[in-house]
């Protein structure tokens, strides 16, 4: 039921009602600025804050037409506004709406993944606190070395995780920044202030220097804190496949009544859990090449980033966010072998 839900709140992060929705909220903000400037009356700015929508059919059928995704977005947002309707995007360029709309998704989202990972923390320090003194053997190249207990087995594992949050910490606000500087950055249509009152009403900080977007090594340190974390996750899920072999044998995944293990050979229980998070946790970082190489961009932009964007970051939060519910209750349900654990020591 945890991986469930929390899998359905992190999709909805990213569908397509989602993003067109931050895009709003990013026009109804600069509204708001202008306002506060002087530049938008308070009758035109209540009218656009209070009417302004969008419908996702509607903007598929007439980007058909434009092949540009934010204007046919602004045009279904005017198509329920009067005249008010000159001032939505006044002094922006797309990038401004597009760019700040994702760190708010990026913000939101890397809020629920940190709270994934600190529910993955309290699991772990659970069962360590359960086992501090289960003795077992340690093995370093795979051969029996020390007696170690496996409650210091999975304390490693919890002082790992806690270091991954702490990077998913620092990069939840190094995305956290927002621009609209204008078409290149020079804020030739907006002053400096516009920008500030923006990204204040939208909970962001703006960019201390931008051209026409916001750098993407803010979003490749995004992806890399993912990555880490995945890393790590998959760490555990190999020691838990290596636990389960039939000749070790000191834990395993819980088997429910009715699961299966295999259609030829009915006495299988294998690590399909693990095995299944160490392929999740293998795509996690596979993101942070692309991430990376959107960094590198033509003069003050191009868009070979944004065809990446639409693939890695959706699936990087999605994928991670599943990838922690369910080694989370791997953990949390654990079959542990203290006899089998004295027996191979």
Same mark, same amino acid.
């Given at each position: 039921?945890?991986?469930?839900?929390?899998?359905?709140?992190?999709?909805?992060?990213?569908?397509?009602? &989602?993003?067109? $929705?931050?895009?709003?909220?990013?026009?109804?903000? =600069? %509204?708001?600025?202008?306002?506060?400037?002087?530049?938008?009356?308070?009758?035109?700015?209540?009218?656009?804050?209070?009417?302004?929508?969008?419908? *996702?059919?509607?903007?598929? !059928?007439? !980007?058909?037409?434009?092949?540009?995704?934010?204007?046919?977005?602004?045009?279904? *947002?005017?198509?329920?506004?009067?005249?008010?309707?000159?001032?939505?995007?006044? $002094?922006? /360029?797309?990038?401004?709406?597009?760019?700040? #709309? *994702?760190?708010?998704?990026?913000?939101?989202?890397?809020?629920?993944?940190?709270?994934?990972?600190?529910?993955?923390?309290?699991?772990? +320090?659970?069962?360590?606190?359960?086992?501090?003194?289960?003795?077992? %053997?340690?093995?370093?190249?795979?051969?029996?070395?020390?007696?170690? /207990?496996?409650?210091? %087995?999975? =304390?490693?594992?919890?002082?790992?995780?806690?270091? #991954?949050?702490?990077?998913?910490?620092?990069?939840?606000?190094? =995305?956290?920044? $927002? +621009?609209?500087?204008? =078409?290149?950055?020079?804020?030739?249509?907006?002053?400096?202030?516009?920008? !500030?009152?923006?990204?204040?009403?939208?909970?962001?900080?703006?960019?201390?220097?931008?051209?026409?977007?916001?750098?993407?090594?803010?979003?490749?340190?995004?992806?890399?804190?993912?990555?880490?974390?995945?890393? /790590?996750?998959?760490?555990? &899920?190999?020691?838990?496949?290596?636990?389960?072999?039939?000749?070790?044998? !000191?834990?395993?995944?819980?088997?429910?009544?009715?699961?299966?293990?295999?259609?030829?050979?009915?006495?299988?229980?294998?690590?399909?859990?693990?095995?299944?998070? /160490?392929?999740?946790?293998?795509?996690?970082?596979?993101?942070?090449?692309?991430?990376?190489?959107? %960094?590198?961009?033509?003069?003050?932009?191009?868009?070979?980033?944004?065809?990446?964007?639409?693939?890695?970051?959706?699936?990087?939060?999605?994928?991670?966010?599943?990838?922690?519910?369910?080694?989370?209750?791997?953990?949390?349900?654990?079959? *542990?072998?203290?006899?089998?654990?004295?027996?191979?020591?």
């Amino acid at each position: 039921m945890v991986e469930r839900y929390s899998r359905e709140q992190m999709a909805q992060k990213w569908d397509m009602q &989602a993003k067109y $929705g931050a895009w709003l909220e990013v026009e109804k903000a =600069a %509204v708001k600025a202008w306002n506060k400037l002087g530049f938008i009356s308070d009758a035109d700015c209540e009218k656009i804050c209070k009417n302004a929508k969008f419908d *996702v059919r509607r903007i598929d !059928e007439i !980007e058909k037409t434009t092949k540009h995704d934010v204007i046919a977005f602004l045009t279904s *947002v005017s198509e329920n506004l009067g005249d008010e309707s000159r001032f939505v995007h006044y $002094g922006m /360029t797309s990038s401004d709406c597009i760019d700040t #709309a *994702v760190a708010l998704q990026i913000k939101s989202s890397m809020e629920l993944i940190i709270e994934d990972v600190k529910g993955l923390m309290s699991a772990i +320090k659970t069962r360590a606190q359960e086992h501090k003194n289960t003795m077992m %053997v340690g093995r370093s190249h795979g051969i029996h070395g020390e007696p170690i /207990t496996f409650g210091l %087995v999975l =304390a490693v594992w919890y002082d790992e995780v806690a270091r #991954a949050l702490k990077l998913l910490q620092d990069a939840k606000e190094v =995305a956290a920044y $927002g +621009k609209l500087s204008g =078409a290149m950055g020079n804020f030739a249509h907006a002053p400096l202030e516009f920008e !500030e009152l923006t990204c204040e009403q939208l909970g962001l900080k703006p960019a201390p220097a931008s051209n026409q977007i916001i750098q993407r090594d803010r979003y490749a340190h995004v992806i890399s804190a993912i990555a880490v974390l995945a890393a /790590t996750c998959e760490k555990i &899920a190999v020691a838990v496949r290596h636990f389960q072999r039939t000749e070790v044998y !000191e834990a395993e995944e819980y088997f429910s009544p009715g699961q299966k293990g295999s259609s030829a050979m009915p006495h299988k229980r294998n690590p399909v859990l693990s095995e299944n998070i /160490t392929g999740l946790c293998r795509m996690l970082r596979s993101y942070v090449t692309p991430a990376l190489e959107n %960094v590198a961009l033509w003069h003050e932009r191009d868009i070979s980033h944004s065809s990446v964007e639409r693939f890695i970051l959706p699936d990087a939060f999605i994928t991670a966010d599943f990838m922690l519910a369910r080694i989370t209750n791997l953990i949390a349900n654990l079959v *542990v072998y203290p006899e089998n654990m004295m027996k191979n020591l």
